[in-house]
């Protein structure tokens, strides 16, 4: 049996990466996690911890990216929401069998298995739902080892290392 565990993270489009991360760093007191890239999807990004939370904000490369269509659509803010999932495979089939349309191209990565379900049936975001084997995004060592993992691992991603200060 599928079951919704929580809300992992919420990712922000924003205009300018920079900017936001350092609003959420001088002015929230957040601490930046890591900063990548996705080369297929033209943005980068970056996750900072907020309490116990984190966000992610990302920023299109392209304008042709999804993030520069958010952006135009919408305007700068909320984006896709992720969301734990238990039993991601059974979850998919009950909403495809209540019609709702799922892109389960990241459904068969055993290590970070995911789908995404539109804005439509996301009240207005999309919903990123998250099996990861190992965990998920958190503030724990192990949450960021596995968050960095992903990012150096699937091709199309781009780790972009931190300068330490």
Request: aromatic share 8%; glycine share 10%.
């Given at each position: 049996m599928w079951k919704i565990k929580g809300i992992n993270h919420i990712s922000f489009a924003v205009?300018?990466?920079?900017?936001?991360?350092?609003?959420?760093?001088?002015?929230?007191?957040?601490?930046l996690m890591m900063k990548f890239e996705?080369?297929?999807?033209?943005?980068i990004g970056a996750c900072v911890a907020l309490g116990e939370h984190v966000i992610s904000y990302i920023q299109a490369t392209d304008e042709s990216s999804f993030v520069a269509k958010?952006?135009?659509?919408?305007?700068v803010g909320p984006q896709h929401m992720g969301i734990t999932v238990e039993n991601l495979e059974e979850y998919v089939s009950h909403l495809e069998s209540q019609g709702i349309k799922v892109d389960k191209s990241q459904l068969g990565n055993e290590t970070f298995k995911e789908a995404l379900v539109g804005p439509k049936f996301g009240q207005g975001l999309v919903l990123q739902l998250m099996e990861w084997k190992g965990g998920t995004i958190d503030l724990s060592p192990e949450g960021r080892e596995l968050l960095n993992r992903k990012?150096?691992?699937?091709?199309?991603?781009?780790?972009?290392?931190?300068?330490?200060?």
């Amino acid at each position: 049996m599928w079951k919704i565990k929580g809300i992992n993270h919420i990712s922000f489009a924003v205009k300018d990466l920079d900017q936001a991360i350092e609003g959420a760093v001088k002015n929230m007191g957040g601490e930046l996690m890591m900063k990548f890239e996705s080369v297929t999807d033209k943005y980068i990004g970056a996750c900072v911890a907020l309490g116990e939370h984190v966000i992610s904000y990302i920023q299109a490369t392209d304008e042709s990216s999804f993030v520069a269509k958010h952006i135009e659509m919408k305007g700068v803010g909320p984006q896709h929401m992720g969301i734990t999932v238990e039993n991601l495979e059974e979850y998919v089939s009950h909403l495809e069998s209540q019609g709702i349309k799922v892109d389960k191209s990241q459904l068969g990565n055993e290590t970070f298995k995911e789908a995404l379900v539109g804005p439509k049936f996301g009240q207005g975001l999309v919903l990123q739902l998250m099996e990861w084997k190992g965990g998920t995004i958190d503030l724990s060592p192990e949450g960021r080892e596995l968050l960095n993992r992903k990012y150096q691992e699937e091709p199309g991603l781009k780790f972009i290392e931190i300068d330490p200060k």
